[in-house]
């Protein structure tokens, strides 16, 4: 994990397995290059796996944990929850997780700006932050997405800004990122 930053604003990266490295990396780079251009460390994160244990990658590699789901659970309502929990899938549907599920629902009502990167989408989609909000679907999912979640605003866009919920279709992550930190930059957050 990066050192926690005092005075910045703190990203969760969940990575579900068989997540896209393209679209992970794009997003934490966008992260890094904001730091770079500060000349600070105003943006951290974290990468959480549902059980703390090491996610494995769609190409096959395995990315460290910092931490379970479990543990950021416990912690949004504590100073520090983060600013921003960027789920990140892959090709593959992944199942269904209440746990995750359950989590993703308690951040959006504490109003924790929300991104779903590729399939990571159905997590949230299954947790309802999606209802009634444009979201990016990529190609391949859309028929099944429409289908499962019809009341959501499925969108062939390489990415959707919805107020505070970000969507990547596939490997655009930077700009669904680079969005996210603009906003918040123009936010004054």
């Not at 929850?81 to 009502?109: F, N, Q, T, Y």
Request: hydrophobic share 40%; charged share 20%; net charge positive.
């Amino acid at each position: 994990m990066q050192q926690a930053c005092t005075q910045g604003r703190r990203f969760t990266f969940y990575l579900l397995d068989g997540f896209t490295q393209h679209a992970f990396t794009s997003a934490l780079e966008a992260l890094r290059l904001a730091n770079d251009v500060l000349g600070r460390r105003h943006y951290s994160w974290q990468i959480l796996t549902r059980d703390g244990q090491p996610a494995l990658s769609s190409c096959g590699m395995r990315m460290m944990a910092d931490a379970a789901l479990t543990s950021e659970r416990d912690g949004l309502q504590q100073p520090g929850r983060p600013h921003m929990i960027v789920v990140c899938g892959g090709r593959a549907i992944p199942p269904a997780d209440g746990k995750a599920e359950g989590w993703l629902r308690l951040s959006r009502r504490g109003s924790i700006a929300i991104a779903g990167l590729a399939a990571g989408l159905y997590s949230l989609a299954r947790a309802g932050v999606l209802d009634g909000r444009r979201c990016a679907v990529h190609w391949e999912h859309f028929p099944d997405f429409s289908e499962r979640f019809f009341t959501t605003k499925a969108r062939q866009t390489a990415f959707e800004i919805d107020s505070d919920l970000y969507t990547c279709a596939g490997g655009n992550a930077r700009s669904t990122c680079s969005c996210a930190l603009s906003k918040m930059i123009s936010d004054g957050t």
